[in-house]
């Protein structure tokens, strides 16, 4: 499967971006989906996922009850709304994914995934 991420841009501090994740292949609605950021000279750090049926989400502390994970099988897409952004949430976003079943569990470590998106830049300005 090929991912492309989508949506990111700059921001004020307490708006919202809403960030897109395409994916090729008929298959889609195998794959785990997770979301990961970065900034330059720290991990990659888990953000939120959602497995195959997308009743099934997780979500780090920092962003939970500000950030939501959706998917659309249909289309091949899976979302992540940010809402009441801060400083501390600029990085380079990056979706991922991995084939699962609606019984796995949680994924959280990016080598739990086996295909990447190009990442996109999300910068929210204090």
């Known amino acids: 499967v090929q991912l492309q991420a989508s949506g990111g841009g700059l921001v004020q501090a307490g708006g919202s971006l809403r960030l897109s994740c395409a994916a090729s292949?008929?298959?889609?609605?195998?794959?785990?989906v997770g979301w990961f950021r970065q900034v330059p000279g720290k991990e990659r750090e888990f953000v939120a996922s959602?497995?195959?049926?997308?009743?099934?989400?997780y979500y780090a502390d920092s962003v939970k009850g500000r950030f939501t994970v959706s998917r659309d099988n249909a289309e091949n897409m899976v979302y992540l709304q940010m809402s009441s952004l801060n400083p501390e949430d600029t990085a380079v976003y990056y979706c991922?994914?991995?084939?699962?079943?609606?019984?796995?569990?949680?994924?959280?470590?990016?080598?739990?995934?086996?295909?990447w998106g190009q990442g996109t830049l999300v910068t929210v300005s204090s």
């Open positions: 991922a994914a991995r084939r699962a079943t609606h019984y796995s569990g949680h994924y959280w470590r990016p080598t739990d995934y086996d295909y």
């Open positions: 292949g008929r298959t889609f609605s195998t794959y785990a």
């Open positions: 959602v497995l195959i049926r997308g009743d099934q989400t």
